[in-house]
């Protein structure tokens, strides 16, 4: 009975730590995927102000809405990350 009970509880940390390990590599993998999507908004907005600079405002714009673009994709990863964190901050002291 006894070694049916450590068990048990041995299998219910081991489960606990292997939640929470995922739960981390999706955080990082959300943080990695935003500065990915970040990096791009920001290549794409200095593209623009080059066009600007050139006098082709048209490609200016184009490359300004494919900046917002990556700049929303990349909010959106943050924004996950966020509720991870919401969550976990819920279930603590900080409340």
């Known amino acids: 009975m006894k070694n049916e009970q ?4 041995r299998s219910s940390i081991v489960s ?4 929470v390990n995922a739960a981390d590599a999706n955080n990082i993998e959300n943080h990695k995927k ?6 791009a908004a920001a290549n794409r907005h200095l593209k623009a102000a080059k066009h600007h600079e050139d006098g082709h405002h048209d490609k200016a714009a184009h490359n300004t809405i494919l900046a ?3 700049s929303a994709i990349a909010g959106e990863f943050l924004s996950d990350d966020a509720k ?4 976990a901050l819920k279930q603590t002291k900080y409340q």
Not at 16 to 19: N, Q
Not at 84 to 87: C, D, P
């Open 68 to 70: 917002y673009g990556h």
């Open 34 to 39: 935003a500065a990915a999507h970040h990096i």
């Open 6 to 9: 450590k068990e048990k509880q």
């Open 84 to 87: 991870h964190h919401a969550q």
């Open 16 to 19: 606990h730590y292997s939640t």
